[in-house]
């Protein structure tokens, strides 16, 4: 069986700060994993996946995530938090059936303060 | 790029109306999927579809169906509304036979049952 667990439910950064948001998985085999964002009365945005091609993933608006098998761990990172990076984050990781179905975290609401 | 078009960004309904949920993706993808997001709870699958006329139960179906006469369209039908559907809807959209490929959401759907 699949599971992600997102280990905050909120996180509050300063305007300039790093962002971390973490994001641990269970898996039975080698997992597909992606980190979505969903701002105010929007749909969700993919950021970045990684589906074992390279440990560090780079993905869009400076975010990167890097997937750690002895940790079963994949979380996000950011050098330097913008106002606009305020908005829910969801650590995902693929079902690894026919058709993607997806297995969510219960998501990581980001705050950033001026 | 990927268009996931939901019709309606917000909708009133009342107790025991059959309501309907269009979703129209652009890009000849086979999987399509319907969510409902609520506060607390994440997000959570209802159903989703693999092929034109066919249908898989998700997480949560009761209370709900859907209709998939055309590959491009994909529909979400309350049968008769409750006060307990009242929730944020999000469509989505996958190639078929690619479970690395991430999904693609539209905006969403704001229901309110009254």
């Known amino acids: 069986a699949q599971s992600v667990t997102q280990l905050d439910s909120h996180v509050s950064v300063s305007e300039g700060t790093p962002v971390l948001l973490r994001c641990n998985y269970s898996?039975?085999?080698?997992?597909?994993l992606f980190w979505y964002v969903q701002h105010p009365n929007k749909g969700l945005q993919l950021l970045l996946k990684?589906?074992?091609?390279?440990?560090l993933v780079k993905g869009i608006n400076g975010f990167e995530a890097e997937f750690k098998k002895s940790e079963t761990s994949f979380h996000l990172t950011k050098p330097s938090a913008h106002m606009s990076d305020a908005a829910e984050y969801f650590c995902i990781v693929s079902g690894g059936n026919q058709g993607g179905k997806l297995i969510f975290g219960q998501g990581t609401e980001l705050s950033v303060k001026p | 790029d990927v268009k996931v078009t939901q019709s309606s960004r917000y909708l009133v309904k009342r107790t025991g109306e059959k309501v309907f949920l269009e979703c129209v993706q652009d890009?000849?993808?086979?999987?399509m999927f319907w969510y409902r997001q609520d506060p607390g709870l994440g997000l959570r699958l209802i159903y989703f579809s693999y092929d034109v006329k066919m249908k898989e139960k998700g997480d949560i179906p009761e209370g709900y169906s859907v209709s998939r006469e055309k590959k491009e369209r994909f529909s979400l039908i309350l049968e008769s509304a409750s006060t307990n559907q009242t929730s944020m809807y999000l469509c989505?959209?996958?190639?078929?036979?690619?479970?690395?490929?991430?999904?693609?959401f539209g905006d969403g759907t704001r229901l309110s049952i009254l």
């Open positions: 990684y589906t074992s091609a390279a440990t």
């Open positions: 898996s039975s085999y080698s997992p597909s």
């Open positions: 890009m000849d993808h086979e999987n």
């Open positions: 989505a959209s996958t190639l078929g036979g690619a479970p690395l490929e991430p999904q693609h």
